[in-house]
């Protein structure tokens, strides 16, 4: 199993710019996050899924959408690059919810909004 | 609205010590809490998980306790190593707020 997926794993863009990160887990897990991690802070949640067709608001939604065709993917959308969304990125999957049982994490995606 | 505090921020310790990192939060009503490590531009591994029910989770050096009603949770590692030299992180997950502190990082000196 690859477990967790992301790509890329850094991208530059410029303010205004829009773009796709993609997530992906083989470990058929209901549950999907997308957090951001800004320097010397813990994680915060942007959008979750709590299974195919359904997504709903983390702590930090604005600025980002979610969509969840498939059990497997989980990609997050910024449509206008702010400075402000310049962060890591990761991705995790679970069978059950949040804490009920083990995250499975991505190795993050670097996004720098110039 | 839950708020979740690490403290120290940093800890540097000599090898073979044994030490302690704290997590406090807010908000008692929790399901469960979970101590994660993150590794230098890497993703985070899950450590610990204890559902609200439980007192302690133990996984060979490591042994984490949790006292919702003082709102507190401790992640004792034992006979510290330099491979153990990471930031640890605990997320509360309290009526789907996911809630983290802002981590530990931890230095092991050989």
């Known amino acids: 199993n690859a477990g967790v997926t992301q790509t890329p794993k850094f991208r530059i863009l410029k303010i205004g710019q829009s773009m796709t990160l993609q997530c992906a887990q083989d470990?058929?897990?209901?549950?999907m996050y997308w957090y951001r991690q800004d320097p010397g802070m813990g994680l915060k949640l942007i959008y979750y899924?709590?299974?195919?067709?359904?997504?709903d608001k983390g702590e930090v939604p604005n600025g980002y959408n979610v969509s969840r065709s498939t059990t497997e993917d989980f990609p997050l959308r910024l449509e206008l690059a702010a400075p402000s969304q310049t962060s890591v990125y990761f991705c995790?999957?679970?069978?059950?919810?949040?804490?009920?049982?083990?995250?499975?994490f991505g190795p993050g995606t670097r996004l720098t909004v110039l | 609205k839950q708020e979740v505090t690490q403290i120290p921020a940093a800890l540097s310790v000599p090898e073979g010590e044994n030490l302690v990192l704290n997590c406090s939060f807010t908000?008692?009503?929790?399901?469960?809490l979970q101590w994660f490590r993150q590794d230098p531009g890497k993703g985070l591994t899950s450590l610990l998980l204890?559902?609200?029910s439980q007192r302690e989770q133990t996984s060979g050096r490591l042994n984490a306790s949790l006292d919702k009603s003082s709102g507190r949770s401790t992640l004792y590692i034992a006979a510290s190593q330099p491979g153990d030299s990471a930031t640890y992180l605990c997320e509360v997950d309290s009526n789907y707020q996911l809630i983290w502190g802002a981590g530990t990082k931890l230095i092991i000196k050989p």
């Open positions: 908000d008692s009503a929790i399901y469960n």
């Open positions: 470990m058929n897990h209901n549950y």
């Open positions: 995790a999957s679970s069978y059950s919810s949040g804490g009920g049982t083990e995250q499975f």
């Open positions: 899924s709590v299974g195919a067709g359904i997504t």
């Open positions: 204890i559902q609200s």
